[in-house]
């Protein structure tokens, strides 16, 4: 097979820019910044949902919940950021949806699993809840089977999957040979935001608008590392920002971790570390 060029790998696109992140004013408090609710996490899968509840916390999220399963609660409660709240999550759905309506942004599947009990409720937050929702990982995959719910959504939608995750959303085949025309046929059809994961990410809107993603490294291929993409897409949706500034950071403090640690070397944990300094690079003077 002869070898792919760069022209027939990306679709003509533009490259994402250096975000202008405006300083806080001094009278601000915490209700100013966003309410993020996370529904994350199953068995054998308690990191996501703290790696994504910490990158919220960093990337500057008022105030983010984490909502689990009981029979992880006591993991999550004990191990996530103490600057996140966990919440047990009860076997009503009304509770969950009446949880959830508090916050301004939701993320679902970080860790999620794909148990029955998630199956049934996640299409159902998709049609009652009316707030933006960013889905990931789990939520994805459950998504993939519930495909009319999210062509029924009115609110804003952001799915971030790696290429595996968007082909079982889209029946493409792999690997994904034009990745910025399949994600903006993806966007326009299905009316959400698509950010495609992976080397120079892709972030499509469903206007038409794609750009591709400069910043980034191969230190940051490590699991966890979308779970903190979440995070802080999360965090960035809260406070008026977009999903193309978050992949921005994120791809760019994976490269001061990579520039302090190492691209073998550096953990998720470090990246999220470094998303204040990050963020600290672009806010205006």
């Known amino acids: 097979m002869k070898e792919m060029t760069q022209k027939e790998i990306y679709s003509p696109a533009a490259e994402a820019e250096r975000p202008h992140l405006s300083r806080r004013p001094q009278e601000t408090h915490k209700g100013d910044f966003g309410k993020v609710f996370i529904l994350a996490g199953s068995r054998g899968l308690t990191g996501a949902p703290c790696l994504a509840a910490r990158a919220a916390v960093r990337g500057g999220a008022g105030l983010v919940t984490v909502a689990v399963r009981p029979d992880i609660y006591p993991i999550i409660a004990a191990k996530c950021c103490d600057e996140a709240m966990v919440w047990p999550i009860t076997e009503s759905y009304e509770d969950l949806l009446a949880k959830a309506k508090m916050a301004d942004i939701v993320l679902i599947g970080p860790g999620l699993g794909q148990s029955r009990w998630m199956e049934r409720r996640v299409p159902r937050l998709l049609s009652d809840l009316a707030c933006p929702i960013i889905l990931d990982a789990d939520g994805l995959n459950i998504l993939s089977r519930h495909i009319d719910v999210l062509d029924k959504r009115s609110a804003l939608t952001v799915l971030t999957p790696h290429e595996g995750e968007f082909a079982r959303l889209s029946g493409c085949g792999l690997p994904v040979h034009d990745r910025p025309a399949a994600a903006r046929d993806f966007a ?20 038409g608008n794609c750009m591709v993603n400069p910043t980034g490294n191969p230190g940051m291929a490590q699991g966890g590392s979308g779970d903190a993409l979440a995070g802080l897409t999360a965090a960035f949706l809260a406070q008026g920002e977009t999903a193309a500034d978050a992949v921005w950071i994120h791809g760019r403090a994976g490269d001061l971790a990579a520039a302090e640690k ?24």
């Open 188 to 207: 326009e059809k299905h009316r959400c935001v698509l950010v495609l994961k992976g080397h120079r990410t892709v972030i499509a809107y469903p206007g």
């Open 262 to 285: 190492g691209e073998r070397g550096m953990t998720v944990g470090d990246l999220i570390e470094a998303i204040p300094y990050a963020m600290k690079e672009c806010e205006e003077e």
